[in-house]
């Protein structure tokens, strides 16, 4: 779909994230028990609208979770089995999306992590230092789920993050900040995300460094980071453009969506009539929803 002409577009807001996994009943027990998700929907459904052939008639069980005021669905596709995510991705790759969890203390959050069998991304929890004036103080942690999806424990200090992260809580895990996408290009993914659908920039940083070599598993990265959010709601999308290592490996083209590499961005939006699947600069996944049809 071209979305050149699109500028009369606005996202409202990102209704959740949808990841694909390969043992839904596994996944549930990790979010629900690790991270504190509640299961709100776990239906059945199947799939005879798709113009791929191969998975038109599929049975996919889906699980609607919530954090918070977030939501994601995990979806297992029961008579297809997928790719895995490759044992070697990096966050660098382009296939690469995470979401970032806000935690109310890091210690405790990152303590009882490893009380699960997770797949530790950073070494140990991260604070961003003081010369990085846009993020520091700021905590955070990369894992990876059962699937190998990439997951974050973000803590804002007093200064940083929304005001809903710093309200009164005696909640260990809060809710989700952002997703967070590796691109190709700022500038062009800006023209999709900001100029096309309507969202505004909130915000950004340039990380580099011991601190974010630690964060990401990476010998010297550099990234330049923007932080984009809808009109409503406090669910973003984090733009993630590495200048070193540069040249991640691109996202399949023949990637599936019972593939478990498989992200899609559910997002409500209204001015425009032409809504459904699309794919941004970089080949992430977004499926439009006018607003009067949520």
């Known amino acids: 779909m071209d979305t050149s002409s699109r500028s009369a577009i606005q996202a409202q807001k990102i209704q959740a994230i949808c990841l694909t996994v390969t043992d839904l009943d596994r996944s549930l027990i990790f979010y629900t028990t690790a991270l504190c ?3 709100i929907s776990d239906i059945t459904i199947e799939e005879n609208t798709d113009p791929s052939p191969e998975i038109s008639h599929s049975r996919i069980r889906i699980a609607t979770l919530k954090l918070g005021d977030e939501q994601i669905r995990l979806m297992q596709y029961l008579d297809r089995k997928g790719q895995p995510i490759p044992q070697d991705s990096q966050s660098y790759d382009l296939w690469f999306q995470h979401l970032a969890i806000v935690v109310s203390n ?4 990152y303590a009882h992590l490893q009380l699960f069998a997770i797949k530790p991304i950073s070494t140990s929890p991260q604070t961003i230092p003081l010369e990085n004036q846009e993020a520091a103080g700021t905590q955070a942690f990369k894992f990876r789920d059962p699937d190998r999806h990439p997951l974050e424990l973000i803590c804002f200090p007093p200064d940083k993050g929304q005001q809903k992260w710093h309200q009164a809580s005696d909640k260990l895990f809060l809710g989700i900040d952002h997703t967070a ?4 290009n700022t500038e062009q993914s ?3 995300y900001r100029d096309s659908l309507g969202m505004h920039v909130d915000g950004g940083s340039f990380n580099s460094g011991e601190t974010q070599a ?3 598993g990476l010998p010297d990265p550099k990234v330049q980071i923007t932080a984009l959010r809808p009109t409503q709601g406090s669910l973003g999308i984090e733009l993630l453009d590495y200048h070193e290592p540069a040249h991640g490996r691109p996202i399949p083209v023949a990637l599936e969506r019972y ?4 992200v899609q961005i559910e997002l409500i939006v209204t001015g425009d009539d032409q809504t459904g699947l699309i794919r941004d600069p970089t080949g992430h996944f977004i499926l439009l929803i006018p607003e009067s049809k949520n």
Not at 181 to 184: D, K, L
Not at 259 to 262: L, N
């Open 259 to 262: 593939d478990t590499a498989y």
């Open 181 to 184: 996408i590796a691109i190709t």
């Open 106 to 109: 890091m210690d405790r959050a």
């Open 190 to 192: 800006l023209k999709f």
């Open 37 to 39: 998700f509640e299961v």
């Open 214 to 216: 630690r964060m990401d």
